[in-house]
Nanobody
Framework: VQLQASGGGLVQAGGSLRLSCAASGRTFSDYGVAWFRQAPGKEREFVSTISWSGSSTYYADSVKGRFIISRDNAKNTVYLQMNSLKPEDTAVYYC????????????????WGQGTLVTVSS
């Protein structure tokens, strides 16, 4: 499956952005999808994940209550709605997919999008 992340940009603290992860090439509804992020000089970290059906979601503590992950399998797209953004949310955001599974570990995901940059100014 091929993934393409989009929707990043520059936003002021307290603002919102919605990231999209568009998939092609396979039956997207068979794949769990996760968002990870990597800030400059830091390791990649887990943000959120959603099951193949969309019935289960999980969030990192740092974004819980502010970010919402969802998916539209008819459009082969997963979304990450990011609200109440903070400067510490600044990072390149990546989406990743795993067949009929979802985890919080980046090494478990064989398919990755190219990343989209989110910059939150204070």
């Amino acid at each position: 499956v091929q993934l393409q992340a989009s929707g990043g940009g520059l936003v002021q603290a307290g603002g919102s952005l919605r990231l999209s992860c568009a998939a092609s090439g396979r039956t997207f509804s068979d794949y769990g999808v996760a968002w990870f992020r990597q800030a400059p000089g830091k390791e990649r970290e887990f943000v959120s994940t959603i099951s193949w059906s969309g019935s289960s979601t999980y969030y990192a503590d740092s974004v819980k209550g502010r970010f919402i992950i969802s998916r539209d399998n008819a459009k082969n797209t997963v979304y990450l709605q990011m609200n109440s953004l903070k400067p510490e949310d600044t990072a390149v955001y990546y989406c990743a997919a795993r067949y009929y599974s979802y985890t919080t570990t980046s090494d478990d995901y064989p398919y990755w999008g190219q990343g989209t940059l989110v910059t939150v100014s204070s």
